[in-house]
Nanobody, 123 residues
Framework: QVQLVESGGGLVHTGGSLRLSCAAS????????MGWFRQAPGKEREFVAT???????DYADSVKGRFTISRDNAKNTVYLQMNSLKPEDTAVYYC?????????????????WGQGTQVTVSS
């Protein structure tokens, strides 16, 4: 049974930083794309970042230059380093893993999802 478990969320002031982690178990995703999405209250879940099996990355325009996605295949873990946080970054952040090698921005490309971790940025 595949499980994705996020950690690292919390409350931070504007301009602060957080590092999210997502540990996968049940299978290895070293050759697969993994990503981060977020969902704010009353809004649809949206793409944040993805890293492919070849380590190429893609980011939403709203986080480009502030967030960095990375992966440690030895630990079957993906990270999201978030700097210069803004109140509009407040959301539940979800980790996702794909059966595909190439990362995409579409939610349907990801078959496996974590339960989410809350990130709150106060102004």
């Amino acid at each position: 049974q595949v499980q994705l478990v996020e950690s690292g969320g919390g409350l931070v002031h504007t301009g602060g930083s957080l590092r999210l982690s997502c540990a996968a178990s049940g299978r290895t995703f070293s050759s697969n794309a993994m990503g981060w999405f977020r969902q704010a209250p009353g809004k649809e879940r949206e793409f944040v970042a993805t890293v492919s099996g070849s380590y190429s990355t893609d980011y939403a325009d709203s986080v480009k230059g502030r967030f960095t996605i990375s992966r440690d295949n030895a630990k079957n873990t993906v990270y999201l380093q978030m700097n210069s946080l803004k109140p509009e970054d407040t959301a539940v952040y979800y980790c996702a893993a794909s059966d595909l090698r190439i990362g995409t921005r579409g939610r349907r490309a990801y078959a496996y999802w974590g339960q989410g971790t809350q990130v709150t940025v106060s102004s």
